[in-house]
């Protein structure tokens, strides 16, 4: 976190993995089988014929959030950014981990890239998809996102956005496409793996604890700078 974002944030541990040197040599060279679960099928994002639908599910997924960073009105501007820029890179498109179920993407889980292998959209694109201020406004956001991302020196794998489709909410959509997330983290090399989540979501949280995650961190500021929301907590596993 840079200088300007420890003004603006203020981070507080509130818990700690326990015994993650144990685990970690306990578990030696044991490694994660692909899951398999009746009535499921997860994949990586295959090219044009799933874009429309991620794009629909992250913005639906986001909505409040968005609504209050660029206004109700630039929802489907929102949902024409990620459809431009999934076409435009490749590497975006592999950080996205699909469910399927009856052969319909339900859910995803999109990998947080802080290797700068990404391909961002060009900014002269995306003014021509947002209003002016509304294009300032999200790059407020997409900076957010990054700054309040807690980072560790182990090798971890990071959710930047989950979202499961709202009719299809109660099926553990979400808790299987986080274990094909963990399985494909460590086929990446991940030791661990982390997320955050707004502090007033708690299905999400709930979830998150019963999949074995542990609160690590309160992250705080602005609600300006943090679509609307005063304080997200860092879970890792």
């Not at 993650?20 to 692909?34: D, I, Q």
């Not at 959030?65 to 489907?76: A, D, M």
């Not at 980072?151 to 979400?174: F, H, L, Q, T």
Request: charged share 25%.
């Amino acid at each position: 976190m840079n200088a300007l974002a420890k003004r603006l944030f203020t981070i507080k541990r509130v818990g700690s993995l326990p015994n993650y040197k144990e685990f970690l040599a306990k578990k030696g060279s044991v490694k994660r089988t692909m899951p398999v679960i009746d009535g499921f099928n997860f994949r990586m994002l295959k090219g044009e014929e799933d874009i429309p639908r991620v794009a629909h599910l992250l913005t639906e997924g986001f909505k409040s959030e968005i609504t209050y960073v660029i206004g109700k009105n630039n929802l489907e501007c929102m949902k024409n950014f990620w459809i431009k820029t999934l076409n435009y890179d490749t590497t975006t498109r592999d950080n996205f981990l699909l469910a399927e179920v009856d052969n319909e993407v339900k859910g995803f889980i999109k990998i947080q890239d802080f290797e700068g292998k990404e391909k961002h959209l060009p900014l002269s694109e995306v003014f021509k998809i947002f209003p002016f201020f509304g294009v300032l406004k999200f790059l407020i956001a997409l900076w957010q996102v990054d700054k309040t991302s807690v980072r560790s020196e182990i090798p971890e794998k990071y959710i930047e956005y989950i979202s499961v489709d709202s009719k299809a909410r109660g099926k553990k959509i979400a808790r299987n496409v986080l274990e094909y997330f963990e399985y494909i983290a460590e086929q990446r090399g991940a030791q661990k793996v982390a997320l955050t989540v707004y502090s007033n979501n708690k299905p999400a949280i709930n979830l998150y604890l019963r999949a074995g995650y542990t609160t690590t961190y309160e992250i705080s500021g602005p609600k300006c700078l943090n679509a609307g929301h005063e304080e997200v907590l860092a879970h890792h596993y």
